[in-house]
């Protein structure tokens, strides 16, 4: 999706002078908005859900905003800290792609099969471009670990770089250890600042066009392919859903990024530590049909 770019006024002594804005500052400025105030001055949002909101959600933490204008329509626990899970993959999906160079040739090492619960196989190779679909649709351990030594070159070094881009993107309550969120106490973020990278990530087409695919054939360098289902089951569940990340470990329980658009109103929602793989889509889809719900009541 390409920005366009925008005019500010600079005042100085001879009068106002019109300064352009990047494309960056517009994209890094839209990712951090989150406007806590415009909508509770019409109504109050929390007593509207709990009239006409989802009941006994089980998730422990969620944050959910309008995109254009940033509005917050539901948070709960936004600024705890909180394991990631695979939600990790998204930074990691983010630098492989404007880092690395997707036609470059990637081979699964013995370094980095490590976690060996995942869909690639050692000795496996793929371009660059294909194993970041193969790891976002699947959300494959290995892979991440393979892109992140091809790209960092080595695991410390990517982590390193993320860690730098979360400073940049203002996640000032996350830290990473790894490259695709398996358990560690020192990999750690909060729905505001994973609401954050998803917003950032969702403005690279590249990025948004993966995490919008519910299948794909993805082939390897030998020939062969991989059939593979996104992860994301509202993808194909929830009208108008068109991302984002799925993720679980024991630790962080289940977790889900989610993006859905209807009516010209664009949702995103970061749930946090859900008790089930069915709960975190449940609770994901009766959010977003409760914030839909809110921006019709609040564009009246």
Same mark, same amino acid.
């Not at 993966?210 to 992860?231: C, E, Q, W, Y």
């Not at 749930?271 to 449940?282: D, I, N």
């Given at each position: 999706?390409?920005?366009?770019?925008?005019?500010?006024?600079?005042?100085? /002594? +001879?009068?106002?002078?019109?300064?352009?804005?990047?494309?960056?500052?517009?994209?890094?400025?839209? =990712?951090?908005?989150?406007?806590?105030?415009?909508? *509770? @001055?019409?109504?109050?949002?929390?007593?509207?859900?709990?009239?006409?909101?989802?009941?006994?959600?089980? #998730?422990?933490?969620?944050?959910?905003?309008?995109? +254009?204008?940033?509005?917050?329509?539901?948070?709960?626990? =936004?600024?705890?800290?909180?394991?990631?899970?695979?939600?990790? *993959?998204?930074?990691?999906?983010?630098?492989?792609?404007?880092?690395?160079?997707?036609?470059?040739?990637? &081979?699964?090492? %013995? %370094?980095?099969?490590?976690?060996?619960?995942?869909?690639?196989?050692?000795?496996?190779? &793929?371009?660059?471009?294909?194993?970041?679909?193969?790891?976002?649709?699947?959300?494959?351990?290995?892979? #991440?670990?393979?892109?992140? *030594?091809?790209? /960092?070159?080595?695991?410390?070094?990517?982590?390193?770089?993320?860690?730098?881009?979360?400073?940049?993107?203002?996640?000032?309550?996350?830290?990473?250890?790894?490259?695709?969120?398996?358990?560690? %106490?020192?990999?750690?973020?909060? @729905?505001?600042?994973?609401?954050?990278?998803?917003? &950032?990530?969702?403005?690279?087409?590249?990025? =948004?066009?993966?995490?919008?695919?519910?299948?794909? %054939?993805?082939?390897?360098?030998?020939?062969?392919?991989?059939?593979?289902?996104?992860?994301?089951?509202?993808? !194909? +569940?929830?009208?108008?859903?068109?991302?984002? *990340?799925?993720?679980?470990?024991?630790?962080?329980?289940?977790?889900?990024?989610? @993006? #859905?658009?209807?009516?010209?109103?664009?949702?995103?929602?970061?749930?946090?530590?859900?008790? +089930? !793989?069915?709960?975190?889509?449940?609770?994901?889809? @009766?959010?977003?049909?409760?914030?839909?719900?809110?921006?019709?009541?609040?564009? !009246?």
């Amino acid at each position: 999706m390409l920005l366009t770019g925008t005019m500010i006024v600079a005042c100085g /002594g +001879s009068g106002a002078e019109e300064v352009p804005r990047s494309a960056e500052e517009i994209r890094l400025e839209r =990712a951090g908005r989150i406007d806590s105030t415009s909508l *509770k @001055a019409v109504f109050n949002p929390d007593s509207l859900m709990e009239s006409d909101g989802p009941k006994d959600l089980t #998730a422990e933490a969620w944050l959910m905003v309008e995109d +254009s204008t940033g509005l917050l329509i539901s948070e709960k626990n =936004a600024n705890k800290r909180m394991f990631p899970a695979s939600l990790t *993959k998204m930074m990691t999906c983010l630098l492989a792609l404007e880092k690395g160079n997707p036609d470059d040739s990637v &081979y699964i090492t %013995d %370094d980095v099969y490590i976690a060996k619960n995942s869909r690639v196989r050692l000795g496996d190779g &793929y371009l660059l471009g294909n194993l970041v679909r193969e790891m976002m649709l699947l959300s494959d351990n290995d892979a #991440a670990y393979a892109i992140a *030594k091809h790209v /960092g070159g080595d695991t410390l070094s990517f982590c390193r770089m993320m860690n730098e881009k979360a400073a940049y993107l203002g996640m000032d309550s996350t830290h990473f250890a790894n490259p695709n969120g398996m358990p560690n %106490d020192s990999n750690y973020t909060t @729905a505001r600042d994973l609401m954050v990278l998803s917003r &950032y990530c969702m403005a690279d087409s590249v990025f =948004a066009e993966i995490v919008g695919t519910a299948f794909m %054939d993805i082939p390897l360098i030998d020939k062969r392919h991989l059939p593979s289902d996104n992860t994301n089951a509202l993808l !194909q +569940s929830y009208e108008g859903c068109f991302g984002v *990340k799925t993720g679980f470990t024991r630790s962080a329980g289940y977790c889900l990024a989610s @993006a #859905a658009r209807r009516n010209g109103v664009s949702l995103y929602l970061v749930l946090l530590r859900s008790k +089930s !793989q069915t709960s975190r889509f449940a609770e994901s889809a @009766a959010m977003l049909d409760y914030g839909f719900r809110v921006m019709a009541a609040y564009r !009246q």
